[in-house]
């Protein structure tokens, strides 16, 4: 391992197994010498950390906590991030609001305290990079983790960190940053919401990054650096399905006989299946008909509600693992056996698979960290389901798949995604016997806009400006998908709805 000190963006000292010293340019950038480094030693980890956390730096931690190459871990003590909470206008995904006790997902990473593999600095094709270390790493990490590189904000990586202010993007780098890496769209987006909300007109920074012609892009294939993990998340390969079920009687017998057919059998089969119908009876006969390779735990329920259904199934799971199944799933015999190996090659907890349509193609072809979670196409370690159930303040709403991802990045564990996983989703037709909710604000007489439950979501897990930038974009939407109206009255209107949404977000909060 070799290990960058720097001060004032610029290196101070580097060091090689913990006592060598090495020459470096003294007039040269960080991150230029961080590249001419990982050059000279194309097999090491480079640990960056600023002088003033020099004390704090957790040195013997940083292998356990850098498990595999294809990794950048990172960690700001501070509040705040080198982006500030402006850059929550341009981007909604869970890597935005940054939980600092955890181990969280983010692209967002700090001069403070990093840690990377040479052999992706090496990877890298452009060999220019800017002078600011900070705009740099956070950069590179925005551009690779679609492209597969895991990146963490890691507390572990320091002891008491010494919480001296850490540099601040300028708006002149922020509005620069969101022209090199966003749309173009929400660099116009970034400007009027701060005109908006912050009644701040950043004019120059707009100008200056508009004709800015450095798009930045990379042709970088992180594939041919190899994981070689170095911990073990499997102990057992012992698996738990659940399935809640209401009116699928055929398509629910199709997937247990794909679960029958698996060179990887589960050991339970958790079923909840709901009727609403008084004194109605259980249709699932085939469950003690026919002989299964596994156990089948049945459930029957006059209460629907797919939350209430999960959370029952996965109260009965008694293996290492779950398998978070749909009624209307189908699948290869190898699923198991194949998640099993990626669960095993990437040391993770929790993953979702790709989860198409038939005939759909597939779109995201590279295993990276995703910002999604799905109730139906997801595996989870059973131990980080201790504290997080499905909130029954989404039920018959939309958002409790999301909801519940988000439980789990803010207790630690990260979820990937894996393309080569396939689920095909039939989207079957709803049962017969289902019948429609009546949610609680159906008789108001303004409709809250956007539905209550999504609003709770955007409450629970995003800032400020999260929230209000998405509040510009559903405005804009409804706006020029609708007739046009007078955009005066449409605003006092849509801010009704607006209002009544987070009135009855909080109310079902409170009453869940």
Not at 135 to 154: D, E, H, T, V, W
Not at 308 to 321: D, F, G, M, P, T
Not at 466 to 484: C, D, P, S
């Amino acid at each position: 391992m070799i290990v960058i000190y720097h001060h004032k963006n610029r290196i101070t000292k580097v060091i090689s197994e913990g006592t060598i010293e090495l020459s470096f340019n003294r007039n040269s950038s960080i991150a230029c010498e961080l590249l001419e480094i990982a050059a000279q030693f194309p097999k090491t980890i480079i640990c960056w950390c600023s002088n003033h956390n020099q004390r704090n730096l957790n040195i013997k931690e940083v292998n356990k906590l850098f498990h595999h190459q294809k990794m950048m871990l990172s960690y700001n003590p501070s509040p705040s991030n080198y982006f500030d909470e402006r850059i929550g206008y341009v981007e909604q995904t869970p890597f935005i609001n940054v939980n600092k006790k955890v181990c969280y997902p983010t692209w967002q990473m700090s001069s403070e305290v990093g840690v990377i593999h040479a052999s992706v600095l090496n990877a890298l094709t452009e060999r220019n990079p800017v002078v600011d270390f900070d705009y740099f790493i956070n950069s590179l990490a925005k551009l690779l983790m679609p492209k597969g590189l895991i990146c963490y904000s890691q507390p572990k990586l320091l002891k008491g960190a010494n919480r001296k202010n850490a540099p601040k993007a300028s708006r002149f780098k922020l509005y620069k940053f969101v022209k090199q890496h966003y749309k173009l769209r929400w660099l116009f987006l970034l400007f009027f919401n701060e005109l908006i909300y912050e009644r701040k007109i950043a004019l120059f920074s707009f100008i200056n990054a508009l004709f800015y012609k450095s798009k930045r892009k990379t042709t970088i294939n992180l594939n041919a650096i190899d994981v070689n993990v170095t911990i073990k998340t499997i102990k057992e390969t012992t698996i738990d399905v659940i399935i809640p079920t209401i009116g699928r009687k055929k398509y629910l017998y199709d997937v247990l006989c794909d679960l029958k057919k698996q060179t990887h059998l589960p050991k339970n089969v958790i079923i909840v299946e709901q009727n609403q119908v008084e004194n109605s009876v259980s249709e699932l006969d085939y469950l003690t008909a026919e002989t299964w390779p596994f156990n089948i735990k049945h459930t029957f329920i006059h209460q629907s509600g797919a939350c209430n259904a999960r959370n029952i199934a996965l109260s009965k799971v008694e293996s290492e693992w779950v398998f978070l199944n749909d009624d209307d799933n189908r699948f290869e015999e190898d699923l198991l056996k194949n998640t099993f190996q990626c669960i095993q090659n990437y040391g993770i907890h929790a993953l979702i698979t790709s989860y198409l349509k038939p005939n759909e193609k597939l779109e995201y072809k590279t295993t990276h960290q995703t910002g999604i979670f799905g109730s139906g196409n997801s595996f989870v370690k059973a131990s980080c389901l201790k504290a997080v159930v499905f909130d029954m303040s989404f039920e018959f709403g939309y958002g409790e798949d999301t909801d519940f991802g988000m439980q789990l990045r803010h207790k630690g564990y990260d979820i990937m995604y894996f393309p080569n996983l396939k689920i095909i989703h039939l989207y079957a037709p709803m049962g017969g016997f289902r019948i429609k909710p009546k949610l609680a604000w159906n008789n108001e007489l303004i409709q809250p806009k956007p539905s209550p439950t999504i609003m709770l979501l955007k409450l629970k897990y995003d800032t400020k400006t999260q929230i209000n930038g998405y509040k510009l974009l559903l405005f804009l939407r409804l706006y020029f998908n609708g007739a046009l109206i007078n955009p005066v009255s449409f605003h006092k209107n849509f801010q009704e709805k607006w209002n009544m949404s987070q009135t009855w977000a909080k109310k079902i909060r409170t009453n869940a």
